[in-house]
């Protein structure tokens, strides 16, 4: 367990699963979680920022939550956007074990929890929200935004929270240099020792 980490493939701790309740598009459920995925015990303080300072999602079209954990992120689209398709990515097999099994639980048919590389290369979003993995390391994080932010499509936009003191500020400045001239990269709310990004495809 020393060397386990939320962003393992498949953890290899004995599952515990736990039940919390949750806030979610306004209303509270309980919903099962695990340990060996990221902060099973609630909706982290990151992930309350984001939630709190983005506008509803599009009510149709692909949505991305990108590193969905257990799914906070993804269940708040899919419950706020029922035409939506909502796409939970995630390497981590029991989290994404988890996004399912609460999906069912929830009554949601509108989720694809899945793998990175098990969403077709043709979709395009029209709305990426992320509470990002940071501590996979900054040329890892890097990749995975550069692969990403440029599925959006034109007009669209993606939502980023970070941790002011685990590199947000340093995080918007890459973006700024690394994305085409048809992206704005702007700071949409600070928070709790957070920052939302926001991220626009023009």
Known sequence: MANEHYFSEIPESQLRFRTISVPLGGQTYDLVTSNGIFSPERIDAGTQVLLAHTPPAPPGGDLLDLGCGWGPIALTLAIESPHATVWAVDVNERALELVRRNARTLGLDNINACRPADVPADIEFVSIRSNPPIR???????????????RLEPGSDAWLVVQRNLGSDSLQRWLEGALAHEYTVSRAATNRGYRVLRVKRH
């Not at 996979?136 to 440029?150: C, F, Q, S, T």
């Open 136 to 150: 996979v390391g900054k040329d890892e994080l890097h990749n995975m935004l550069a692969h990403w932010i440029p």
